[in-house]
């Protein structure tokens, strides 16, 4: 294999480092998965836990979680992390660290909320996640110039986007949010953004 290999979902987290490798230019494939796949023991890209997204390397080596693989991408390839004497470079890993703790996770209770609790539960669940998730936007709104890190984008940005692409209420996350609202308008009509989002399959 001479090219990298993401295995994902259409609108995924896999969007991830597509936007990534999209925005620096560097070529890979992508293969729409399934759950069942990926939690096979013995076949490629196997995580215990089935979830995507998974980076295969052109070596052959295998990388899940995807602050593992931003990591890996970030540092084989300039341009989307802060240089790390720099201050912007402990608000970005403070950011990114803040959003796959809170956010990612809050987005999957929602989603899979039968992964958590039984049926009585879950509009209690939902409701929790996304008070949660408000004051976490509300505080990245203060963080908006107009990126996380001030005026270059980096790749807490795009991970900001996915995340924000899966809330089921956009009008609201947007609602008293100006910079966060101009923020998703950049992000969307980026044109590594675009060309990502107008190759996903249609979700069946
Ligand atoms: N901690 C993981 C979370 C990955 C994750 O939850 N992926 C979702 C798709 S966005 C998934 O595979 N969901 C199916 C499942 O949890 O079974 C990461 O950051 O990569």
Redesign the pocket.
């Known amino acids: 294999m001479s090219k990298y290999l993401i295995l994902g979902?259409s609108g995924?987290?896999?969007l991830i480092p597509e936007f990534l490798f999209t925005e620096l230019g560097i070529d890979y494939e992508i293969k729409f998965t399934n759950?069942k796949d990926i939690i096979k023991v013995g076949k490629k890209g196997y995580n215990p836990?089935?979830?995507?997204?998974v980076l295969i390397l052109p070596n052959g080596t295998e990388i899940?979680?995807?602050?593992a693989?931003v990591n890996y991408i970030t540092m084989g390839y300039k341009g989307l992390c802060p240089s790390s004497n720099s201050n912007e470079y402990f608000q970005y890993w403070k950011m990114l660290s803040l959003m796959?703790t809170t956010l990612?996770?809050g987005y999957?209770r929602q989603h899979?909320r039968d992964?958590y609790v039984d049926e009585p539960g879950f509009k209690s669940l939902k409701l929790k996640a996304q008070k949660e998730q408000s004051i976490i936007f509300d505080y990245i709104e203060k963080n908006l110039t107009p990126y996380i890190c001030g005026k270059t984008i980096t790749a807490v940005d795009f991970y900001l986007y996915t995340l924000t692409r899966?809330d089921f209420d956009k009008t609201k996350l947007r609602n008293g949010r100006p910079n966060l609202t101009n923020f998703l308008d950049k992000l969307r009509s980026r044109p590594s953004v675009t060309r990502v989002l107008s190759q996903q399959p249609k979700k069946t």
């Open positions: 979902k995924a987290g896999s759950k836990l089935g979830k995507i997204p899940f979680e995807t602050l693989i796959a990612y996770s999957h899979h992964f899966w």
